[in-house]
């Protein structure tokens, strides 16, 4: 697995390490019998425009998940930014969200739009729908989602 590498409006660069995509790619919908997976990104900002991704919550017990929705109810989501967040002496923290979709080359549905803009936080914060073949980014600022684009792939 590779890490992404993007750039996000501002000059900002995005990182999001190899450790963070084997989670998520691990997860791909391949199989028609595959539910939709979804979790938190954990990471850091840096500066001003930079945010580096170091982790992401895997699917928990209690989520539920059909192959066309997910619905994120365990705590473990939260719990594992709070404890990055104290482990990290306060610098990682709840960076964005990922997802998977049934389909080759994903793009967000007018459900995760709307979802995002209603519930993320102003500051910028990274999504992620993983696919089957290929990956979908883009950054939340003040609640307008912009696709972004990998250098890398
Ligand atoms: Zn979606």
């Given at each position: 697995m590779l890490e992404v590498i993007a750039k996000i409006p501002n000059e900002g660069i995005l990182l999001i390490e190899a450790q963070a995509m084997s989670i998520i790619e691990s997860?791909?919908?391949?199989?028609?019998l595959d539910t939709e997976s979804a979790g938190v990104l954990i990471g850091e900002y840096r500066g001003n425009h930079h945010i580096r991704v170091v982790g992401a919550t895997r699917p928990g017990q209690i989520d539920r998940s059909t192959r066309f929705s997910f619905d994120r109810r365990s705590p473990h989501h939260q719990n594992s930014v709070l404890s990055a967040w104290h482990s990290s002496g306060k610098i990682q923290t709840w960076v964005g969200e990922w997802h998977t979709h049934p389909e080759d080359y994903p793009i967000p549905s007018s459900i995760d739009i709307h979802e995002w803009e209603k519930t993320l936080p102003a500051r910028p914060m990274v999504l992620l729908i993983q696919g089957r073949k290929s990956h979908w980014l883009g950054i939340s600022i003040r609640s307008v989602v912009t696709s972004i684009t990998d250098y890398l792939s």
């Open positions: 997860l791909k919908q391949i199989s028609t």
